[in-house]
């Protein structure tokens, strides 16, 4: 029979392993039952405002810092059996009822139901900001350097506004906004595309040696705090004259008697039509019929836009001022009895005046060589319907049948006249 082991003699000695086991035993309460601290790390941490807060259109913007430390003590095999799970830590917002940014202590409780010492947190308070959220759009500045910045016009597609909205105590601070950078393109390629910041600034005009930026992780952009713009370069052309144009066949009006201001536009835009073999070398303003003005001061403010072909961008200015002096003209009655029509249907009868009362203004010269049978009246029917359906709006001209030294014309606000059909 073989010698058992060492081991095996003594896991059958009862008496010694009776005390091995009450040695242990003892070992393990004391290990167990010994007091411990701990801190417990990253314990978020909540602040709710109260229902009736959040009606009012409060919103809570920040909590600093958003997690905690709690330190706790209990006995060795509670406490190391705690984590970030076993516990709520909270601020009380319940009486909030305005915007604010304070410091608020912490409230802390267990989910746990094991006994240990909640012994404090780390920090103690914590700064929580409550404000209202609020949206508002600014305009946006361009602090850009072009390259090359003689003899080109720049058009780019960068937003004119944005909106920003954000807590109302820092949009309030926000008063522009702004993008800057330097652009430059070559004489082979004259678009480019950049991708640029938008900075937010404490003044209308970001230009001002006062002025700040205005930064803040809660104020958020329409555009997003970068946009991507579309640089174009075009050829300037400078000093292109402003022209009076009538379409009053023959009719000149002395120069002294109209202006432009300004009277000479920079032009940017299509090469050929700036530098071409039939670049355009003066803008014409088409005044329309002269009947439509008597002697007086006409004065009115053009869109330059609506003055140029298309193709050409304006680059000194978006409005015209318009002067039209007439005021040195006199004015007449006359009554035309001459009076015709041109493609009334003999089966159409309208109620057509004997005499027409003309209103003439002119130099003195040429009305004092006027009289009533100078003047026909024409109604155009060609293009009007049966008067049988209803009145008929007929175009109406009049002609002076003389020859005049000096200048005159008729004044007629408007170049047709309702005709009621006979029945």
Known sequence: MKNKSFFSRLLENKKLMLIASFVLAFVFWIISSDNISKTIVDVPLQAVLSESAEQE????????????????????????????????????????SRPSTESYQIDVSTKSNMSFSIDGTNPLRVTVMVDKEVTKTIDVHKLLNFEPDEGYFVEDDMPATITITGPQSLVKEV????????????AENLTTKRTLMVHLCDKDDPNDPDSKDVHSEFIKLSNESFVDVNFEFFKVKDEIPITLKTENEGFTLPHDRYSFEPATLSIAGNEELLFGEDAIEQIEYNLGSISKYQNELVELELDVKDMLPEGLICTNTEKVKFSLDLS??????????????????SADTYDLPESVKLTVVGTTAALSDLDNDNFSVTYDFTDVVS???????VPVSVKINKKIIGICWVYRPSDVETIQPIN
């Open 175 to 186: 008063k522009s906004a702004y993008v800057s950078d330097e652009i430059s393109v070559s």
């Open 328 to 345: 040195f003209l006199s004015k007449k009655q006359f009554t035309a009895t001459n009076i015709e029509t041109i493609g009334l249907s």
């Open 57 to 96: 259109g409060l919103k809570v913007y920040s909590v600093s810092p958003e997690y905690i430390s709690v330190d706790v003590s209990g006995k060795r095999l509670i406490v190391d059996s705690l984590s970030v799970d076993d516990f709520t830590a909270s601020v009380d917002l319940f009486n909030v």
């Open 387 to 393: 008067s049988e359906i209803s009145v008929a709006e």
